[in-house]
């Protein structure tokens, strides 16, 4: 079992930046993928941002060039850094850990972006 834990979400204006952190606890072993996620109201979950065991990462269109994902392996957390952010960027965002092909959820914490 793996738990995920969100922090970091919160109101802020248009342009502005927040840092999202995913503590990770539990059987880490194993865990080779680890993502941010996002939903907003009426709208399907969607890949943010992603990175493997080997640090390669990926991210949504939407996001690249302001968005960054990185990983404290020593302290299992795992971080958003969301600059220059839009309203659009409005969601709840969800951590999700990939071991041994099972997904394992955060709870997920919210992020409002006002204009």
């Known amino acids: 079992q793996v738990q995920l834990a969100e922090s970091g979400g919160g109101l802020v204006q248009a342009g502005g930046s927040l840092r999202l952190s995913c503590a990770v606890s539990g059987s880490t072993f194993g865990v080779n993928k680890m993502g941010w996620y996002r939903q907003a109201p009426g709208k399907q979950r969607e890949l943010v941002a992603a990175i493997t065991s080997g640090g390669s990462t990926n991210y949504a269109d939407s996001v690249k060039g302001r968005f960054t994902i990185s990983r404290d392996t020593v302290k299992n957390t795992l971080f958003l850094q969301m600059n220059s952010l839009k309203p659009e960027d409005t969601a709840v965002y969800y951590c999700?850990?990939?071991?041994?092909?099972?997904?394992?959820w955060g709870q997920g914490t919210q992020v409002t972006v006002s204009s």
């Open positions: 999700k850990s990939t071991k041994w092909g099972v997904d394992y």
